[in-house]
């Protein structure tokens, strides 16, 4: 069979877009296959975390960050950042942990960053009833923006994906990248809105706010209980860089790949 190692506008289009579907799934069973609990360990983390700055902001500190109830304002913006945390740091060895699967079978290259971009994607997607339940239980109020939530799910696939497209070959080359994303990630937590709303950031640190998507991303997420955290220029900030990481992503992927292959 013969498939192009172009980014996904490549290829065998039925061929490529089945094989990352079998290919997630397998990802996702072999993940769950020894563990009693399944895809509920997905959801412990960001709901562990959640737990931990809900005590800290509100019963520990006079919080003044956020909104009520401040449980659901953390889950709205946790739950799809584990996404994007998971994609990237398991794309940095996308290439290196399936070394001779990748070698051996002839399928564009690129389904093996975007299974890993897809199977994080649907762990966030099975943890949103956790979202659900804890907005039930605390009273959250629902608008009519919640239909935005889909629109948060696009524009942040589109973003993993091109940056894990970006991260995966380059980390073959240069092997400290993968201790660089991990350390990058732990400061884009903290400049993300996550336990805090982007309304919340001092005057000098707004313009940070438009150069990061997540802002955008999340605002979205955070309308359907929150209106006052839409923000329709981050949002529109956000689908501009989303789509040029994509574009890049696919641009440095097709100009590596062939470099990859023989690396490995």
């Known amino acids: 069979m013969k498939t192009s190692e172009n980014g996904p506008g490549g290829g065998r289009r039925s061929t490529a877009w089945s094989s990352l579907w079998l290919l997630t799934k397998r990802d996702l069973k072999v993940r769950y296959s020894t563990s009693v609990l399944g895809y509920l360990w997905s959801v412990l983390d960001p709901l562990l975390m959640s737990v931990i700055y809900w005590f800290v902001f509100t019963q520990v500190f006079d919080r003044s960050v956020g909104e009520q109830p401040y449980i659901v304002f953390l889950l709205t913006a946790l739950l799809p950042w584990m996404w994007v945390n998971g994609s990237l ?16 079978i002839a399928l564009p290259r690129w389904i093996w960053v975007g299974r890993i971009v897809a199977s994080k994607g649907i762990e966030f997607l099975l943890s949103l009833p956790v979202l659900v339940l804890f907005a039930v239980f605390a009273g959250a109020t629902v608008s009519w923006q919640l239909v935005l939530f889909p ?114």
Do not use: C, H
Not at 89 to 104: G, H
């Open 89 to 104: 740091t398991d794309a940095t060895r996308a290439f290196l942990r399936d070394v001779r699967l990748v070698r051996s």
């Open 151 to 264: 629109l948060g799910v696009i524009l942040l696939a589109i973003l993993t994906l091109g940056l894990s497209l970006m991260i995966a070959p380059l980390v073959v080359f240069f092997r400290d990248l993968e201790r660089a994303v991990k350390l990058l990630l732990r400061v884009l937590f903290y400049a993300s809105p996550i336990i805090y709303g982007a309304a919340d950031l001092p005057d000098f640190a707004v313009p940070l706010a438009w150069l990061n998507p997540l802002s955008g991303i999340f605002s979205l997420f955070r309308a359907g209980f929150f209106p006052s955290q839409l923000d329709w220029g981050l949002v529109a900030s956000a689908a501009v860089i989303s789509l040029a990481a994509l574009a890049l992503g696919q641009w440095v992927f097709r100009r590596s790949i062939g470099g990859v292959l023989k690396e490995i």
